[in-house]
């Protein structure tokens, strides 16, 4: 087992590795060219924050791993864990509960700061909001622990009668217990008024998990419902929507002459609301138009990109024209696969979760199958599932940002994204993440069994007074999946239309 151990921190540390220096490669690669070589702070915040969330996701097979570590022990305790994996999640939870409430919002407010400031005017104003906030959330999470902070376990009092110690074991169906003639055992014979309430004070960092956690788990059920059915539908509708042919010149010169004109539309309408905003009329109807204008510009960026596709030019227009053909494809492909994945999981909620008792274990059963074929291959597959929940969960979000009003508009671009569209995401990322893995440890609860991270969020959270019963009657996955019907049947009846804006500034023919 020692060899075991050694291996299991050598591929952790691996792991972490890697993951920072995937994100760094992502910060590089989608950074605005404005923000080169500047930002850094935010940048630091963008880095770490993307590191602890593709940790923690990564965190739960590792739990598995650990606890495999002990298969062969008796009891939990008679096996030296590889790595102490409750003080890890606490770790791991206490940051991202910092980082989403108090450090990434003052990188935002920092970083938006008024530009013609200098840099300790802005980050006063920066910490005044914080600290604001920092008061304000504790003193919610002291008056909430303080009276509410408790767990409550419903337990069973068994009592039974002394039996001599038997010379032989002889168990069968009729007789499953000890003693002549013990067709029942205890807990099979006990009435229903032995049960009893047991109550425990919970810890204080279980408890700031466990309330981050009901937070998240809101935004999961309604962005990551949206998202497991959006995410492989926008994939296989974006192939219907591909362009057919090339088009010809002077159609080029017509569609790129109305672009034109609209782009000039739109810098005026974007103008006159700087105007307002530097006057101080900064009411509802000028949030309203700013989230308009905002969408006629990811709409007319699209129009831009779509007209650059149909008709590539330059001296490998035919080479261009054939990657952008196969890019289609490959998005059929994926949203193929991915669709698989979606209703796999929609299918493997109902079934293992809604359902009382449950109809198959389905999915967990993949995973210990695969784990007979190769060790880490059912690890791998159970990570898999939970970082594409991650995905569907920020395709919900950026589906939702383009049709609510009260969702501001953070949109990824390769080569264009600001830092405070990147903290935002960031944030949302790290809030959702701790829903990610509650999810997965109730979804997956018989492959991951007897973990810390099913300690955490399965028994201490599960049994925590005034919101246990949005768990025991399965409120968020209740939300998850009909939300996700809804976004098929959506997709379904409108997925193959090309969407268009309905805002104020209405530039789109």
Request: charged share 15%.
């Amino acid at each position: 087992m020692g060899d075991f151990n050694l291996a299991l921190v050598i591929v952790a540390i691996v792991v972490c590795v890697i993951v920072f220096i995937f994100n760094v490669y992502l910060l590089i690669n989608y950074q605005h060219p404005d923000d080169k070589n500047q930002a850094y702070f935010p940048k630091f915040v963008v880095v770490f924050g993307l590191s602890i969330a593709l940790i923690s996701i990564l965190m739960l097979p590792a739990d598995v791993a650990n606890r495999q570590a002990c298969k062969h022990a008796l009891y939990n305790g008679a096996c030296n864990l590889t790595l102490p994996m409750k003080d890890l999640w606490l770790a791991i939870y206490i940051v991202d509960a910092l980082l989403v409430f108090f450090i990434i919002p003052f990188a935002m407010f920092y970083y938006e700061g008024d530009q013609d400031k200098s840099i300790g005017e802005r980050m006063k104003s920066a910490m005044i909001w914080v600290v604001v906030m920092a008061i304000v959330c504790a003193l919610l999470l002291g008056i909430l622990y303080g009276f509410v902070g408790e767990v409550d376990f419903t337990v069973m009092h068994l009592s039974s009668n002394t039996a001599s110690f038997p010379n032989s074991w002889e168990f069968s169906s009729n007789q499953p217990c000890i003693g002549n003639g013990a067709h029942q055992c205890s807990a099979f014979t006990t009435n229903a008024s032995s049960e009893k309430t047991w109550t425990m004070r919970t810890t204080f960092p279980e408890y700031v998990v466990a309330l981050a956690t009901i937070v998240g788990s809101v935004l999961f059920s309604i962005f990551g419902g949206v998202g497991i059915a959006c995410l492989p539908l926008g994939l296989i509708f974006s192939f219907v929507r591909r362009p057919k042919a090339v088009i010809t010149r002077s159609q080029y010169i017509k569609e790129a002459t109305d672009l034109g004109k609209k782009a000039r539309e739109l810098k005026k309408a974007a103008d006159a609301l700087h105007q307002e905003e530097r006057s101080g009329s900064k009411g509802r109807k000028w949030r309203k138009n700013v989230k308009a204008v905002e969408k006629e510009l990811l709409q007319l960026e699209e129009d831009v990109n779509l007209l650059e596709e149909m008709y590539p030019q330059g001296e490998k227009a035919e080479t261009a024209w054939a990657l952008t053909v196969l890019g289609y494809l490959a998005k059929l492909v994926l949203g193929v696969l991915g669709l698989i994945v979606s209703v796999a999981w929609v299918i493997h909620i109902i079934i293992y979760l809604l359902v009382d008792p449950p109809l198959s274990p389905f999915l967990n059963e993949v995973f210990i199958k695969l784990d007979d074929v190769w060790g880490l291959l059912g690890t791998a597959a159970f990570a898999f599932f939970c970082f594409y929940l991650l995905l569907a969960v920020i395709a919900g979000a950026m589906m939702l940002g383009l049709r609510l009003v009260f969702i501001t508009i953070h949109p990824m671009k390769w080569g264009a994204t600001l830092m405070n569209s990147f903290l935002f995401n960031v944030g949302l990322i790290l809030l959702c993440s701790i829903s990610v893995i509650q999810f997965c440890s109730t979804a997956f609860a018989y492959y991951a069994r007897a973990t810390a991270a099913q300690e955490i969020f399965g028994h201490t959270l599960q049994s925590l007074r005034g919101i246990r019963y949005l768990y025991k009657y399965n409120v968020f996955q209740i939300a998850f999946v009909a939300l996700a019907g809804l976004t098929f049947v959506y997709y379904a009846a409108f997925g193959w239309r090309r969407k268009k804006p309905s805002g104020r500034f209405q530039l789109s023919s």
